[in-house]
């Protein structure tokens, strides 16, 4: 696939789009402008790829609005060499742009065939992040702690594994509901194991399923 002329273009209106919706963080908005977005499209939805919609990438999943990528990456406030925990790779799109901001990206997948879409096509595009194909509710607790972790789909609940494989000080940013929309949350964890929470505002993500692996 290539990444013409056009391309270029159409990201820089993007990132224009993303700046008047109030995305502020320069890093964030430079790795939108290093990132095709069109890699992690199917062929018909190519001309739409820089357009500030959700699309459908198999499996019943969708590649989120690139604002709520942006949004969620920007509370993150990541620091370059941070260690992530991503759940949902989904794409590949979001995790990309972790590793573009010099995150150390562990990323958890429960659908096989997105899983092994999103590692063929970060591994063309350079990226060494660390995708596992499993259950997003128990995190990996293996690699744990993590300086951040996100979670790109909607949960009923913040689940306790995720809090607990978070370093004291850490962020979790978390969109919360179970109908079809969910608030998102930022959660810091405490010296004595509790979390601060933080809200922002109203998104639509699919939903995070526990058990669900297949």
């Known amino acids: 696939m290539k990444d013409t002329f056009k391309h270029k273009g159409m990201r820089k209106q993007l990132i224009n789009e993303l700046r008047e919706k109030g995305i502020k963080d320069h890093q964030v908005l430079d790795a939108f402008n290093i990132v095709p977005r069109h890699y992690f499209l199917d062929i018909v939805f190519q001309e ?6 959700a699309f ?3 499996s019943g999943q969708t590649i989120s609005h690139p604002f709520t990528v942006a949004f969620q990456t920007e509370l993150l406030d990541l620091k370059k060499g941070d260690k992530v925990l991503e759940i949902g790779s989904g794409s590949g799109f979001q995790t990309s742009i972790l590793c573009e901001l010099g995150a150390k990206v562990f990323s958890v997948e429960r659908h096989k065939e997105l899983h092994l879409k999103a590692k063929n096509i970060l591994r063309e595009l350079g990226y060494n992040a ?5 259950d997003g509710y128990k995190g990996l607790p ?3 702690p993590f300086d951040k972790i996100l979670v790109t789909c909607g949960a009923p609940n913040v689940p306790q594994a995720l809090v607990d494989q978070l370093k004291v000080g850490g962020v979790l940013v978390i969109p919360i509901g179970e109908g079809a929309e969910q608030l998102m949350k930022r959660l810091t964890k405490l010296e004595n194991g509790d979390v ?5 505002g109203i998104f639509k993500f ?9």
Request: glycine share 6%; charged share 25%; aromatic share 12%.
């Open 48 to 53: 739409q790829a820089y357009t500030n919609m």
């Open 56 to 58: 459908q990438i198999g």
């Open 130 to 134: 660390r995708l596992s194909f499993g």
């Open 142 to 144: 293996s690699f744990a």
């Open 196 to 200: 601060e929470e933080e809200e922002f």
């Open 206 to 214: 699919v939903p995070m399923l526990e058990n669900k692996v297949k």
